[in-house]
Structure formats: structure tokens, C-alpha cells
């Protein structure tokens, strides 16, 4: 019954008019009804009262003793029931059909014998005291010169009548009941039918909540329910392109969010994460669900730099900005703190931006001006010094003179030899250098290399060898770029080596690449500086000495990843150091 209360609560003050006029024309039929009946009775029963004045007349004319009165009285009233009885004005009862006239003490007083009396026709219902029943009364003088002499009293029991108008009420309550009972049955079966466009609206609702189509007959409807209905679905096609809409916006923005370099963390007024992209999480290593378990700031950052910034943005109307190294991973970090207002004041956006990169290449390139600077001014000054001293008389020394124009002669060869490698390794990076490739054994590259850089090993006292099997895969290079490499290797090695020490250049097959070591016995590398051996003019402490520009791996590194390979070194200091890069073996 819940289910269809709405149609209860329309179908029930119908159902209270229907009652209220069933119960209106029951009793307005049932009084009429009685009244119709008894104003008919009453109508025939004055009639059959006149017939027995006619009757009784003469009697009543001839004077007493009356005779035989009771007898005519009878025979007029035949089998009727009624009971008809002569009376005088004075109220002397002078024939009864019955004969029960002695059993009757007075019948004046009665309303109807008192109106015949005064010469008119009068009637009464009551109660008869000695039957008991409801009694028609009417009562009709007889006139003599306009005058009553006498007057005939008819009394009729209504019994009969009142029992066919109890019967009739009670057909009627019958016929009402039914009507009623008829009516909810009606009304309870329409309530559950599919066709009741309340169930229907209703069974569309929740279709459509579901996900499933509108019912457009239901909007075709010319009633109420087709308005309301086509209401509805109006209201959820506008719900739906607006929720259509924010979804394209909601993914948008949670693409961008995603795929954003930068790390962005939305912070609430009491400093909980509601929000962090990938980045973010990334970058500072968390990845716990936020919606099952939400965090704090610091508990998701763990860098108090941070929170100070989320500190100040609280307080601020500024956006807020800091950089500062992570402790653990020494990531170098720009937070970038702003307060969401004035859309939502109660969120701080935190951007973070990982710097790292672009601090070590500013490094690099800080480094790289002041190398350059120093390895030129090394030279230069050089050059000066041996030109001044010639000045300043060597000149007239031809030996000295001599001495002093080869070391300047050195100098030179220094700054061509910097210079035309500065120029190599922009002709690489910038891609100008067109590779030659072809198809080589590892050994026609490991072999000329250690060949060319023999006697400058020889000279250092170091003993150089090579350990390449003939029968390794061939590589496509090209070759003579590959040499450069290995004699850069080969001359790093002998450069770093102390005398007696020993230099191995190797080729093995490894995977689906081949890979070329130059190993050797010498000062090694300390771990600080193994990392940065390959960035452009860098050279470690130890080696400033030695006299190399910094470029030779620089350039080194470059080739070998023009060939796809990569190029690394392991070294441990005063151990020895190796040197190895990998070359892909070409695809068959
Ligand atoms: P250069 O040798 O001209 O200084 P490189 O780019 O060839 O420049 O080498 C860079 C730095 O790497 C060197 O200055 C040196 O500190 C270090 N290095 C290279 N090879 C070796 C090696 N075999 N042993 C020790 N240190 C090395």
C-alpha cells in the first residue's frame, strides 16, 4: 500500500465524495420513499374511509339502537385488517368491524378524531397503545346539512409497510456496500497496473536512474502525467549534458593534473592533503590512498620548508615561493604556495617544480666557462711569460731563443688541439659529423686503436695488450669513430697510470650488444666524480695537472651514443679504473 500512497491520497477524497453522496441519496431515498408510501396509504386509506361513511350514513341517520352496524362495517372492511370505527361527535363509539368497541375507553383526544369532529378529514401515525405498532390513522366525517353527525375512524397497522421499507434500506445499504467494496477493488487493481501513468512515471524514474532510456510515449501523453513526465525527462536531458559537461571538465583537468611534470598538492585549512598528482607523489614517494587514509601536509612531504609555505599562505594574500634541497634523494625543489582565492579560500595549491636538472646543467655550464677560462689563461700565460723573457733579452741567446720559441711552438699545439676539439664536440652535438658506417669485426677496431697508442705506452713504461676473440659477431659502425673513442680510452688510461702499471682493452660479447673495455691499473676516479667524468671539460682534482682539455669523454660519449650504445666507467681510487661503452649488434 506504500508503494501507491500518491494514488491513495488523490483516489481517497473521491472516495469520501462517493461515500458522502452514496450515504445523501440512501437516506434521501429511504425518507422518500417512506413518505411517498405513507402519504399513499394515507391517500387510499381516506378514500376507503369515505366509502364507509357512504355506508354507515343511513344508519347513522336512521338514530339508534344502530343496528347491525357492526356487521356492515365489517363486510365493507372485508379481509383489509383495518379497523374502522363509528363514533359520534360526543365520542360514543357506536360501531367497530372488530366489535371491539367496549374494549375502547374514548378515542376523543386523538388528532385525527378531533379534526373530523370539527367537519374536516384528519390523520395521524403513532403507535397504537394496544397493538403496539406504528398505525395509520385517518378519521372522515359524516354531515348532515354540512354538519358531522358522525365520523368514520379508519386504522391501518403500517407494519407491512414499515417491514418492505426496512427491506428496501436494507437492498440499498446492500447495493452501497457492494458499490464501495466494488470501487477499492477498482481503485486497488488501477493502482498496480503497469498503465497507471503514476506507476509508469514512477517505473521511468527509476529506469532512468538506472541508466536505461526514457519511456517517450509516457511524454506523448496529452494529460498532466505527459507535462509532468516531459518536465522530467527536460530536467534530466539538461541534467545530463551539464553533468556530461563537468565530467569533460572534471577529466581535463585530471589529465592535465596527471600529466603534468610539475608536482601540485591541494592542501586544506587544516593542513590534510585532499588532493596530489603523480608528479607529486613521485617526487616525494607516497603512494597510500588519500581517501581511505587521509594525511597531513608534513606526513605526506616530510620537509618542513614546505609546511612554512603552506604556513605563510594561510597568512598571506601572496603567492609564496621557496627552493630547497630534499634531504634524502638531494633533489633540488621550487615550491611555489597559492592560496585559492577567491573560489576556494580554504585551499592552498602547492607547485612543485624539480630544479634538479637545470641546476646541474647550470653547474656544468658554470663550470664549463671556468674551464675553458683556465685552460686557455694556462697557456696564455705561458705564452706570455716565454715572450716576455724574450724580450727581455733571450732574444740574444740563440739556444735560449731556441728553447723558449718550442715551448711557445707547445703552447700553441695546446690551444689548436683545445680549440679543434671545442669544435669537434659542437660538430657531434649538433649532429654535423655523418657517420661512415660499415659492417666491422670488433677486432678491426680494438686492434688499430691499441696499435696507434702502443709506443706512447712503451714511452709511460706501461704494458698494454688486447683481448678481443676473432670470432665475435660484426658490428655496424663506423670504424674509425670508434678507434677515436678507444684511443681517447686508451689515452685517459695511460695519462692516469703510474709507470709499470698495467692497460687491458677487451671486446665480449654480451646479450645482443658487444662491449669494449679499456681497463687499467691506475689512480682511479673518486666517487664524486665519477658521475660528472663525461660532462664537457670536466676533469677531477686530481688529474688538473695532467695537461688533457676535459673533452676527450665528452667527445668519447657522444660517438658512442650516435651508434645507439652507451658509455659508463667503474673505478675505484688507487685501484684503476674501467672504462667500457656498448655497441647493439645490428639487426638480422
Ligand atoms: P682529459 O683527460 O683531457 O682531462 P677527459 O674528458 O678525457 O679529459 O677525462 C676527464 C677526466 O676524467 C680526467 O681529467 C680525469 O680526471 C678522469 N679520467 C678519465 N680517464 C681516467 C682514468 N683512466 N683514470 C683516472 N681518471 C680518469
Known amino acids: 500500500m506504500r508503494r501507491h500512497s500518491y494514488v491513495w491520497t488523490i483516489s481517497l477524497p473521491y472516495l469520501a465524495i462517493f461515500l458522502l453522496a452514496l450515504l445523501g441519496i440512501s437516506l434521501f431515498l429511504s425518507g422518500y420513499f417512506q413518505s411517498f408510501f405513507e402519504t399513499n396509504w394515507q391517500r387510499n386509506l381516506t378514500d376507503q374511509a369515505n366509502l364507509y361513511t357512504r355506508l354507515a350514513a343511513p344508519i347513522v341517520r336512521a338514530g339508534p339502537p344502530y343496528t347491525g352496524v357492526n356487521e356492515v362495517l365489517a363486510s365493507a372492511a372485508g379481509t383489509s385488517g383495518y379497523e374502522v370505527t363509528l363514533l359520534l361527535p360526543d365520542g360514543t363509539i357506536i360501531g367497530d368491524n372488530l366489535g371491539s368497541q367496549a374494549a375502547r375507553s374514548t378515542l376523543l383526544g386523538d388528532p385525527e378524531v378531533t379534526a373530523a369532529i370539527s367537519g374536516g378529514k384528519g390523520a395521524d401515525i403513532r403507535t397504537d397503545a394496544v397493538t403496539g405498532q406504528r398505525t395509520l390513522y385517518v378519521a372522515v366525517p359524516i354531515l348532515s346539512s354540512r354538519q358531522p353527525i358522525a365520523e368514520i375512524r379508519v386504522a391501518a397497522s403500517l407494519a407491512s409497510l414499515d417491514s418492505t421499507i426496512q427491506k428496501a434500506r436494507l437492498i440499498l445499504l446492500i447495493f452501497s456496500a457492494s458499490a464501495l ?297 663506423d670504424s674509425s669513430r670508434l678507434q677515436q673513442v678507444l684511443v681517447n680510452l686508451i689515452h685517459n688510461a695511460i695519462k692516469f697510470t703510474l709507470p709499470g702499471g698495467s692497460i687491458l682493452v677487451s671486446a665480449q660479447l654480451d646479450a645482443q650488444r658487444i662491449i669494449f673495455s679499456v681497463k687499467d691499473t691506475g689512480i682511479g676516479i673518486p666517487p664524486d666524480d665519477l658521475s660528472r667524468i663525461f660532462e664537457r671539460f670536466y676533469k677531477a682534482d686530481r688529474a688538473r695537472s695532467s695537461g688533457g682539455t676535459g673533452l676527450g669523454l665528452s667527445i668519447s660519449r657522444h660517438l658512442v651514443e650516435a651508434h645507439s650504445g652507451r658509455i659508463w666507467a667503474v673505478s675505484r681510487p688507487d685501484e684503476g679504473s674501467t672504462f667500457s661503452f656498448s655497441i647493439p649488434l645490428p639487426r638480422s
Open 181 to 477: 467494496i466494488l470501487i477499492i477493488l477498482l481503485g486497488l487493481f488501477y493502482a498496480r497496473r503497469k498503465e497507471n501513468p503514476l506507476v509508469l512515471l514512477t517505473e521511468t524514474v527509476k529506469g532512468i536512474n538506472r541508466g536505461e532510456r526514457k519511456n517517450i510515449q509516457l511524454s506523448q501523453r496529452g494529460d498532466e502525467i505527459g507535462t509532468l513526465a516531459e518536465a522530467f525527462f527536460d530536467f534530466t536531458d539538461r541534467m545530463n549534458l551539464q553533468i556530461a559537461d563537468l565530467t569533460n571538465e572534471r577529466m581535463k583537468l585530471a589529465a592535465i593534473l596527471t600529466n603534468m611534470t610539475d608536482g601540485a598538492i591541494l592542501v586544506n585549512s587544516e593542513g590534510v592533503v585532499t588532493l596530489i598528482n603523480p608528479a607529486a607523489r613521485h617526487l616525494f614517494k607516497y603512494f597510500d590512498n588519500l581517501a581511505t587514509t587521509p594525511r597531513t601536509l608534513i606526513e605526506v612531504v616530510r620537509a618542513h620548508e614546505i609546511v612554512n609555505i603552506w604556513n605563510l599562505c594561510q597568512h598571506s594574500n601572496h603567492q609564496q615561493t621557496a627552493a630547497f634541497e630534499t634531504p634524502v634523494d638531494r633533489e633540488y625543489l621550487q615550491v611555489i604556495g597559492t592560496q585559492l582565492k577567491p573560489s576556494l579560500p580554504e585551499f592552498t595549491l602547492l607547485l612543485f617544480q624539480n630544479l634538479t636538472t637545470q641546476r646541474k646543467l647550470e653547474t656544468v655550464r658554470r663550470d664549463f666557462v671556468s674551464n675553458v677560462s683556465h685552460e686557455l689563461r694556462t697557456p696564455l700565460a705561458s705564452l706570455k711569460a716565454l715572450t716576455e723573457t724574450l724580450q727581455e733579452g733571450a732574444l740574444s741567446d740563440p739556444p735560449a731563443a731556441q728553447r723558449f720559441l718550442s715551448q711557445m711552438d707547445d703552447e700553441i699545439d695546446n690551444l689548436t688541439q683545445m680549440v679543434q676539439e671545442l669544435l669537434e664536440l659542437s660538430r657531434i652535438e649538433s649532429g654535423k659529423v655523418p657517420l661512415q658506417k660499415k659492417l666491422v669485426s670488433p677486432s678491426q677496431v680494438v686492434e688499430p686503436a691499441v696499435q696507434r697508442m702502443s709506443l706512447q705506452a712503451q714511452r709511460s713504461n706501461l704494458n698494454l695488450s688486447f683481448d678481443c676473440p676473432p670470432d665475435l659477431p660484426q658490428i655496424e659502425v
